[in-house]
């Protein structure tokens, strides 16, 4: 029976329906479509064994079925003890701000960044994001009221320092300053520009807020730090660059695509204190904690070993892929057809840009014509604040077998070959 | 180093640590401390071998480890698909408000309590409770800076819809009608009154609402539900009422308590269409999807049976426990010294009402002298939107086996004694 309409509150409102659910729901109704949209993982490499023999381990240990019950709202506190040490060993740093007791496990580390907004914003407030930047996280922003703000890209395709510098002026110039919350980074192989930031681009970034007055919160997404394809990329994370020390700082990190998105496991470190009490309030009352079991399985898979020797495999298996998608796509000849990108060194992505007139929109001709060829991306100017180009899109590699993503290179460049 | 201080936003501002931190700071110092507070369940029956015998299954089934790849926002459809069957079942009745579109699966029923409280309030509005309530429900709101006013409590300790005609024609008189945004009620051994509600009672609780003109949406939680020790309370849920047809309704149910707390799945049935969308699309927003794994699980354990299985078990076990709490209770004699309580008829819980002067709350010398003896209690107030009654407490028979139960009666019986 029909009910009547309610009066939402304010967030109630602003909730409206993921950007790409038309595409999702395109893609439930025809499985023969090859979605190169998605940021699924392998599933072939999904670490069956290994989840199935930390789970009997934990089985039979004779102990009490502790990882059963609740745990806290922080999380485990033996998974926060290997987070803090393997983060303080990648950044080859040690300071407080690696304390166990600033690390709190999330539901994906997507949790960690609604926490972080919910607690630094109000509708209205700004946030300076990448151009492009996550476009999950753009929608986190919209359905919270927060306006996102783009830095520029520099010449050396960096996050423009002084850039950033004229958004900050005319902010001020605005009367809008104070509206400004925090800063969102993403240091390693970013989703979707495959761009990594180097120690000095993060540098000159700390400098600029400090020289303008902003010693504003600031977000550091690693999400796909693991995941490099040779080496890792060398900057260490903001929590060990004395150039950050002053400001709040937050680093996101996640267990779901380097071991298991099903099991959903993502953290955040944060070290000011208050920040960080707060989200774990707030976290109290949104959950109590998330679940329990799944951090207890990733305990013993990262304190056996299983997790880094997976994780090997899996950078060996993503780079295939990725060479696999790029190889095919400069085979169709795209690059004559003014399609460009940067191979990337790690991530799940491909990031291209087309010609400088293309719409390649969700609304767009080019999308609808993709779909009609049977292959998704991911619109690229879903990932930019307003006002980003609309000739960009993100192409994922990672669920995909070999066969398919060259039969979706080949679909998605007949596409680019009909609108050139 | 010390940071700035940050501006933070409102729901950052009204975020607080949890009232009971005091005493789980406590308790964690003191690890020779009883707790009768916490309410986690008997770490001796949690199913162990079940669960593992349920990931063993999955990962030789030969398929693709689906279960460890993303799983959607609204939950896996195979788990939706017997909850909602089950559902409808223990209702004794069918209706489209059951078909599986209308459930959401969440970390633990927590989190859907907070996205339709999200969904529905600004700060500043209000909603009704009962008289007790669940305080962390209690604590969210006030979280979300959300008013909860108490439902009173009739002749025959039912939710009283004329005290609740009272408390709405108040709001009326004050010009804040508006801001009454929603109803909480717990229909089955209530936590902490341990209370049902009849038919009766909520049909009448339905008709004043209709009366008054005030078609709410309503919320009833079934935490409980399945953890009845002899036979189910008869009332079937708000779902199956026609006296509730005109009302958005939302059910929370959970498998935390009936089956693992670990795998913290909740869920949440929804019959208004723009209700259920909003709070999953921020739910997309916080964490688009609870982790899938955990859901894996249970829709192997609920379609082999060995949940109805264990949940026998369960129930058998909690029996006795209460029994014995019950007991020793009396044994101890404190009903001569004006302490009263239901025996409950499912639940985890006895709530305790002492004597009408008597203070128990967290600050009260009598909940220190507690702490001193070795004991932990859920101090009753914390229970009541504010102004209600200082002398009550819940007792959780959960998780202390037979000789702790005894002994942590004992412990807190002196206490009553030496305060009578």
Known sequence: MSKH?????????????????NLMAVALENPSLLSLAAGFTNTQTLP????????VQLSTSGKEAEYLQ??????????RKFLSKRLSWQDQHQSPAYHPHNFMLTNGSQQALYLAMQVLCDPGDIVLVESPSYFVFLELLKGLGIEAIGIPVGPTNETDPEGMRDVIRKLKAEGRIERLKAVYLQAWYANPSTRSLTRSNLAALASVLEDEGLELPVLEDGAYRDLYFDEAHPAPSI???PEWDAFPRLYFGTFT????????????????????DKMLHIKGHQDFGSAHFPQAILQVVV?????????EGLRKSY???????????????IEELDWSWDMPEGGLYLWLTGPEHLDTSIESEFCKAAVDAGV????????FAPGGPKNCMRLSFGVLNGDDLREAARRLAKVMRDFS
């Not at 780079?319 to 790029?326: R, V, W």
């Not at 998704?376 to 990932?383: N, T």
């Open 5 to 21: 309409p309610i009066p939402f509150s304010t967030l109630g409102r602003l909730a409206d329906p993921p950007v790409i659910s």
């Open 48 to 55: 069956k064994e290994t989840v199935r023999d930390a789970v």
């Open 70 to 79: 609740y745990g806290t709202t922080q999380g485990r506190l033996g998974l």
């Open 239 to 241: 929590l060990a660059m």
């Open 257 to 276: 695509k380097p071991f298991a998105t099903g099991l959903k496991c993502g953290f955040a470190v944060c070290d000011h204190e208050a920040l960080r």
């Open 303 to 311: 304190e056996n070993g299983s997790y880094d020797k997976l994780l």
């Open 319 to 333: 780079f295939g892929k990725m060479q696999l998608l790029h190889g095919e796509l400069l085979e169709e000849g």
């Open 376 to 383: 998704l991306y991911v619109p690229g100017d879903l990932c």
